[in-house]
């Protein structure tokens, strides 16, 4: 709780502080002390707050228990990282940086609410708490059509499946007379009210769209190619874990006793999203392309974590999250050291920049999901769930299939940079930024050897 | 404890490789197979009564890291860690681009062999089959041919894709182990046990093509000849002479024990499509000209005979693996440092384009000649030891059909004479062509094939050190 209040008004201090600070250099430390600060908050949080005793706030709008907290201070811990690899990228990008990260601390707010809503319109406002700064982020690059045209993408499809989410809401109350969530555990599979589930599967649309699950994926390869490449990095990752938390909540922890009755659809969906997403990354020329595909692919697999419907689901949601999050935003730093975002523009890249390829491969690695990086350990978590839930083996295996098809996109960039003749063009690379890809490098490695530690708090 | 030194040893040398510069790497590599061979030397002597070695890892997924040293894992630690060594030894004269990297990688390949052969829990166990692929990977795909990249690239996906299909498998297993999750070995193979049979058939499956993969077995083979061709020869050793031995030693560890009724059933499948395998490999070996082809598809051949006699669930053919396994391994890396040698001499791998070795480095012709005839079993040789044991094993079978099985497979042994002999013939005989470099045997080749030559006499006049080190598996495996 103590959080969101935070997030608010360090928001709106960053958001005045283009005024008074006008040296941009001095923008990104400032944002940088006051993650840091946000930061320190939820661990604040996390530490006064008695472990078993979840928080009801406003009503019983809002319950802060100790997964949404944990949650909250990784991804908060995750944007520290992001700011930190990627603050110099984002003074690039346009005239207005204060107001960059105003927005970013403003997705975080709402990636608060939506770890720890418990009234449908909590879930609405957190939804677009979080949707509308991205938004914005999109479109931050005015003279570049590409961005301007993703920004456009972006916000009409997006207000788009809000309104579906909407609908799917007023559905649901319609059918239960209630938007608080505790109250739709109440549903049973066989009496269930074909109101309901019609905003049930409304629903699943919706938040299908924000986590870009198939067939509503169709915006995000143009809007994440075309968006500014740091915003990119944040937008594929923090944002995309904030839409699944809630998703999560909602599913396993609400509908969980009618899963047989949403457990179809969202099975199709993963399956389409795994197939989709991994076999149209492989036709593509840009990595940058290439990521917002993987993005779609990885999104596959967290949505196992929805299906599970068991308790390691919330596991393995917090590592999948973690373990990406990280290695995208890894990987996102290197490209855009790049001046070449084509799989061609990191030829040679080992000979030339051999830490940083070396990292690369890590994160590469991690995403393709090899044993001893978070990225193996994410995927055990969540095909483990599904295992253990029972029915899913079929979707398991198909799922790893696709992560085999997966290998061959990622290693296309391996393969670039360590086994191609070239001389790739790079921005300046500083101590700083090797210091901190070697860090970022070990801690992906470190969730892949003790992913306990990223659990402790729940 | 122990066990913990032959993985930690290599993987420290591995790193540390990476960071030095020039030449000295080469010792390092050196010092590090001698200390793993003499830890590795020390755990098969004292295999009698196995070692287990464990620590907590990640108990929420249920999983140790733990290890076990018993016969069989012993005797596989020490084929690699005697591999290495003379790997390291026979290439100590040849010039290679970065060695620093080079080295490094095969330390770390070897850190996940080691690895793969002593875990005791399933989940450490795919670990380090993923982990001992990696190294390779990148060592084809820097090193090899000129058709490498691609090549390497094959083979990664089709391993990655079996792996993967194990790992699905053995989450499955670890599921169903009573009450808490686990992986460590003992609990997987009663949860396996206690499957219903139906259940156990399709595990089978998603287990078996990892492993057929890998070793690999008609129709997952196809990876393999090419792999072997593009790869730099030390890389070759490895994959032929070690990396295969992957796939048999996990048929034997975690499949033959984990699933009963599931190999019950499945058994006379593989089996014929093993003999298919050694049959066609064969055949094809016939008409090769290159000579890393033709022993590329020698080794199916041999490989398809072990996994036979591995599903015809007879003691003797048990103990022939066992034996086999070892011999294999030795025979393939004196067969692969003779091609290295020749390709060295003359510059070309052709056949056709060879001859007179007899003539013009003597010495050389006579260990290509002994080495063969141990590839091809001939008495007196480790390779008959095993493979009479194995045809024994495959008579000796409960399949109704183990006669047939052993008659066909026998042709194995014919063919396997044509193409070693022409091979010889070609090569060791016939008009001297011109070398490229005129020398015979430098000192440090001398002594690799003499640690092989060694060790072919030896183990067939007494295979007896190696059949007592894995009795107590061989009997805990057949009933």
């Known amino acids: 709780m103590k959080a969101i209040i935070a997030a608010t008004i360090l928001g709106i201090i960053m958001m005045f502080a283009s005024i008074m600070v006008k040296n941009k250099s001095s923008v990104v430390a400032l944002a940088t002390v006051l993650l840091f600060l946000l930061l320190g908050v939820n661990i604040w949080d996390i530490i006064t707050t008695p472990a078993t005793q979840p928080q009801s706030f406003f009503n019983n709008m809002l319950r802060v228990d100790r997964f949404s907290m944990w949650f909250n201070a990784l991804m908060t811990g995750c944007t520290c990282l992001y700011v930190l690899l990627v603050g110099k990228e984002i003074k690039k990008v346009g005239s207005h940086v204060a107001e960059y990260f105003a927005l970013i601390i403003f997705i975080l707010c709402g990636l608060y609410i939506l770890s720890s809503y418990s009234n449908m319109l909590m879930l609405f406002i957190g939804i677009e708490i979080l949707s509308i700064p991205q938004y914005i982020l999109a479109g931050s690059d005015k003279k570049n059509l590409k961005s301007s045209e993703a920004a456009l993408k972006y916000f009409l499809m997006g207000s788009f499946s809000t309104g579906i989410l909407l609908m799917g809401i007023t559905l649901l109350y319609g059918a239960t007379g209630s938007f608080n969530v505790a109250n739709f555990s109440f549903l049973q599979a066989d009496t269930l009210n074909p109101l309901a589930l019609s905003g049930i599967i409304l629903i699943v649309i919706a938040l299908g769209f924000k986590v870009s699950a198939a067939p509503m994926h169709m915006w995000t390869p143009d809007v994440y190619d075309g968006s500014p490449t740091p915003f990119t990095a944040y937008m594929a990752t923090v944002a995309k874990a904030a839409a699944f938390i809630a998703f999560l909540k909602l599913f396993t922890g609400s509908f969980g006793s009618i899963s047989s009755r949403w457990m179809l ?194 | ?144 041919g000129e058709r490498r990249i691609q090549v390497t690239f094959k083979f990664f996906v089709y391993t990655f894709v079996g792996s993967l299909m194990m790992l699905a498998g053995l989450i499955f297993l670890s599921v169903q182990t009573q009450g808490v999750t686990s992986y460590a070995w003992p609990d997987i193979v009663r949860a396996g046990a206690s499957l219903p049979p139906q259940t156990q058939q399709w595990l089978f499956c998603l287990l078996f093509i990892a492993f057929a993969i890998k070793m690999p077995i008609f129709p997952f083979h196809t990876w393999q000849p090419d792999t072997y061709e593009q790869s730099p020869t030390p890389v070759t050793i490895i994959l032929s002479a070690l990396m295969v031995k992957m796939g048999l030693f996990a048929v034997l560890r975690w499949l033959l024990p984990v699933l009963p009724d599931g190999v019950a059933f499945w058994s006379d499948t593989v089996v014929v499509l093993c003999i298919i395998g050694i049959v066609y490999a064969s055949l ?107 045809f024994n094993g495959l008579f000796q079978g409960t399949s109704p059909y183990h006669i047939t099985f052993m008659v066909v497979a026998g042709l194995g042994i014919i063919f396997g004479a044509v193409y070693t002999l022409n091979m010889i013939q070609k090569t060791a005989y016939g008009n001297a062509t011109e070398m490229v470099i005129a020398k015979d045997l430098s000192a440090n080749e001398y002594l690799g094939l003499a640690i092989i030559i060694a060790l072919i006499l030896f183990l067939g006049v007494y295979p007896q050190p190696l059949l007592d080190m894995t009795s107590g598996v061989t009997s805990m495996l057949v009933k």
């Open chain 2, 1 to 144: 404890m122990i066990l913990l030194l032959l993985i930690l040893i290599p993987f420290l040398a591995g790193v540390l490789s990476f960071v030095i510069k020039g030449d000295g790497v080469k010792g390092l590599a050196l010092v590090s197979s001698l200390l793993t061979l003499a830890v590795a030397g020390y755990v098969s002597m004292n295999s009698g009564t196995p070692i287990y070695w464990n620590m907590p890892w990640i108990p929420m997924l249920g999983t140790q890291f733990s290890l076990a040293g018993d016969g069989m894992s012993a005797m596989l630690c020490l084929l690699t860690a005697i591999v290495m060594l003379v790997v390291v030894i026979s290439n100590w004269n040849k010039p290679v681009e970065r060695p620093g990297a080079f080295y490094g990688l095969m330390l770390l390949s070897q850190t996940g062999l080691m690895g793969v052969f002593l875990a005791y829990d399933g989940l450490v166990f795919y670990m380090f089959w993923e982990l001992a692929l990696i190294p390779v990977y990148f060592l084809c795909s820097q090193w090899g």
């Open chain 1, 265 to 458: 659809v969202v099975s199709i969906i993963t399956a389409a999203t795994l197939l989709i997403g991994n076999v149209t990354a492989v036709f593509q020329q840009s990595v940058k392309r290439m990521l917002a595909y993987s993005s779609i692919a990885q999104a596959g697999f967290m949505l196992f974590a929805i299906l599970a419907v068991n308790a390691i689901a919330w596991q393995g949601i917090i590592i999948y999250s973690v373990a990406y999050t990280v290695a995208t935003i890894g990987i996102f730093t290197v490209l855009m050291k790049l001046k070449d975002y084509t799989y061609d523009g990191f030829n040679g890249l080992a000979k030339k920049e051999p830490l940083l390829a070396f990292v690369t491969t890590i994160f590469l690695f991690s995403l393709a999901g090899i044993p001893l990086t978070g990225g193996f350990m994410a995927k055990y978590y969540v095909l483990y769930a599904a295992v253990s839930q029972g029915h899913l083996l079929w979707l398991v295996i198909f799922g790893l299939l696709m992560a085999a098809i997966s290998v061959y996109y990622y290693f296309r960039v391996i393969i670039a940079m360590y086994f191609k003749q070239g001389d790739p063009e790079l921005h300046p690379v500083s101590g700083g930024d090797k210091f901190l890809l070697v860090l970022t490098c070990l801690l992906v490695i470190l969730i892949g050897i003790a992913p306990q530690l990223f659990l402790n708090g729940i």
């Open chain 2, 284 to 390: 094809i070996a016939i008409v090769q000209t290159d000579l890393k082809r033709l022993i590329a598809y020698s080794s199916i051949a041999h490989m398809g005979l072990m996994c036979a006699a591995a599903f015809s669930g007879s003691h003797v053919g048990m103990h022939g693996i066992m034996v086999q396994m070892f011999n294999h391994g030795i025979n393939i890396t004196g067969m692969w440092l003779m091609v290295s040698m020749i390709e060295n001499r003359w510059g070309t791998r052709d056949m056709t384009k060879l001859g007179g070795m007899a003539s013009t480095a003597p010495k050389m012709a006579i260990a290509l000649v002994i080495i063969s005839l141990a590839n091809i079993a001939l008495p007196l040789t480790n390779g008959f030891v095993g493979e009479f044991m194995l």
